[in-house]
């Protein structure tokens, strides 16, 4: 599913019209509706055949057959009311899944820096958007659609029964509900806004608060901090309470409007029957008609009123749309053997938000099983750099060449076996560490445990109650030095056997030991694959094939 629509498209009646295109089954729910509300007038029409005929002829025996029939008429009802929620129950579940895959496979393959614009939980909140959104385009309100029409054939059977004067009053009471739900929609659409904006702020507040516990508490801001959010509370408590009565005020005074229809038909029928103009059991029939006309409108009022729930749900759901996607996932993958041979060719580089360009003309061959390092005289520029040559940014101008595989015409979602890069803080994600070493894939169990043991890992998890299966993620692995996670972080890497590894100071965040292993395995790997390394260390520029430093947009050698 394209959800590119979200985006396109706006306003309520545009969503009625589209609503369709969402269901694929939506053939057989306009036959189950049509059975339904064509079922739906057994009862008028058993009410007027009682009152008309079987009473003033005492007719019992056509009675019992008549309330047999009616019954078998609500039964088969009853089931096709269970059949057609099945079936919305089923759609909405899959238009779940479907717009909440492409969210995701959004978010894996945008660009980064769109990425990091916003932090994790503004995505995910975006994210729940998605609930709101199937409530509409795979729910009620499509059968709320399918009903609509069946308002009018109840409005004219009524009409029938009851003579125009009736229909009119139905009708009239009718517009002037949806005239006032107009009115109450203007005013839910304010304030939902309002109330919005006010959860952003308390939201970012709380994200804020809770991911600086830490210096909230070594600085004594817990008061401070308290008293804010107890303000932040207070205005969406009276943001909410607005809300909640101006969304509340459809089925309110769509109650009122009922009971007002149902008197109205009475006395107009009343003074009818009276004159002789209709019978009893026509106006027992309309009584009961004018409580079907009226339920889709106020069903319709209901969603036309908290419809700006829907567009707000539909403009997060476009901030994800927005996001630029960082290659095309129906391109070729690089070969599945490559050599290793990086060609940077006169790259022009402007980050997104900066008026000024980091690179310009930069040039850059790494052979392939050569080691290079960049120098980190400035931290930004050379993970900027190694981004570039990974592909999580695109170049303004210029190439980046794998074995004459130009990056830009080949999908960037799965490098695994060619490229690895490993950023200066490592990252472990929610899972055992031996699962985070074999990313989650049995097979690579005994690849996966060679590399920890190369790294020495056996004798530091060894020290764990749980050694391998020690569950990490989810700011869990907190206990572990840095200097193991990025041992970890590496034996993940190695796992795949890439061809071409990217190092982000990563011996930086390293202890002691873990250093001394680091440099050690780096001597190992030099010729055996292509490493692109990013750091100070003097002993990391000695080993390495060549050193560059980057000046004025372009990289100056200081070793070859």
Known sequence: MDISYFKKHRGFFSDLIALPVFMRSSFDLLLASIGINVLGLALPVVLMQVYDRIVPTRATSTLIWLVAGFMVALLMETALRLCRTTITNWMSARFEHDIGDSCVGRWVNCVLEDFEKDGAGVHLDRLRAVNTLRSFYAGQAFQLMLDLPFAFLFLAVAGFLGGWQVAAFLGGVALVFLCITAFIRSSYSRNRQKQRNQADRRYNFLVEVLSGIHAVKSL????????????????????DYDVIFIGNLPVSIGNFFSQLNLFGVLFIGGTLAISGQITLGSLAGCTLLSGRFFQPFRSLASFWVRHADIEIAKGQISDIVNLREESNRDAPCLPEEIQGRIVLNNISYTPDGSDEKVFEGLNLLVEDGK??????????????????????????????????????????????????????????????????????????RQVALDA???????????????????????????????????????ARALTVRPRILLLDRVNESMDQDSEKLFFWLMGKLKGNCTIVMATSSPAMHAMADSVHSIVDGKLRQEKS
Do not use: W
């Open 220 to 239: 004594t801001l817990e008061e401070s901090m308290l008293r804010r959010h107890e303000r932040l509370e207070s205005e969406a408590a009276q943001h």
């Open 371 to 444: 080691m290079v390092c960049i120098n980190t005289d400035s931290e930004r520029l050379p993970t900027l750099l190694l981004n570039l040559i990974y592909g999580l940014n695109q170049p303004d101008n210029g190439q980046v060449f794998i074995d004459g595989n130009d990056l830009s015409e080949f999908c960037h979602s799965d490098y695994q076996g060619r490229m690895e890069y490993i950023p200066q803080q490592g990252t472990l994600f929610n899972g055992t560490i031996y699962e985070n070493l074999t990313l989650f894939n049995p097979a690579n």
């Open 452 to 490: 920890a043991s190369l790294l020495q890992l056996d004798s530091v998890l060894s020290e764990l109650p749980l050694g391998y299966e020690t569950k990490v993620g989810n700011r869990l692995y907190e206990f572990l030095p840095t200097g193991v996670i990025q041992r970890i972080c590496l």
